[in-house]
């Protein structure tokens, strides 16, 4: 960030995007302690930052554009656990709720670097969702660039605050993902006794 400057922190903030254990929490108030220390300013440290966000969550949108509903369907017919009518559930909801779920996805620790392939695989409108993903991403960095800025040396103690957020989010993501995965297996595991003890029958 100090060599590059605004570039090097859109740079950053963009692999962000496409690499979820980057985390933001603590980019984003460094980029604010920079831009406190002269490297760019304020405003420049937003718009690098924001700049990055965007170009990171359409590289995941024409990820998910370029795979598709039928690619994601064949894929799902193949792991072991998932349905095709999982798939066809999360659409109808993305459907109802796109427009929201890319907006505050934005600035959900994880979602926020995954929340754009669906958008990208349902076909969103490209420039709608342009706008949603610019204003999340706006408000989320503007948040902790300014305390980065505001904190300066102490910018580190946003991400002690912030984190348990993130692992929190991460926390009930990973229970979910549990939890669905383990009610799953024990339905076809019934679904299989269930039709061999009929077969013996």
Do not use: C
Request: no cysteine; proline share 4%; net charge positive.
């Amino acid at each position: 960030m100090d060599a590059l400057g605004g570039p090097g922190a859109a740079i950053i903030v963009g692999l962000e995007n496409v690499f979820p254990p980057i985390p933001s929490e603590v980019i984003l108030p460094l980029a604010g302690f920079s831009a406190a220390q002269g490297t760019f300013t304020l405003a420049g440290a937003i718009f690098w930052t924001t700049l990055g966000s965007v170009l990171g969550a359409l590289l995941a949108y024409g990820l998910g554009f370029w795979l598709g509903a039928e690619r994601v369907r064949t894929l799902f017919r193949r792991v072991p656990l998932i349905q095709v009518e999982d798939f066809d559930k999360a659409e109808g909801w993305f459907s109802r709720h796109g427009n929201s779920a890319v907006f505050f996805g934005r600035m959900v620790p994880v979602v926020r670097s995954l929340i754009s392939i669906p958008a990208g695989v349902e076909r969103m409108n490209p420039a709608l969702f342009l706008l949603l993903t610019t204003a999340g991403s706006l408000l989320w960095n503007s948040l902790f660039v300014v305390g980065g800025y505001l904190l300066g040396g102490q910018w580190h103690r946003i991400e002690s605050v912030a984190g348990w957020f993130s692992n929190a989010v991460v926390a009930v993501i990973v229970v979910l993902v549990a939890v669905f995965l383990g009610r799953r297996a024990h339905l076809e595991r019934k679904e299989r006794r269930e039709h061999r003890d009929a077969t013996r029958g």
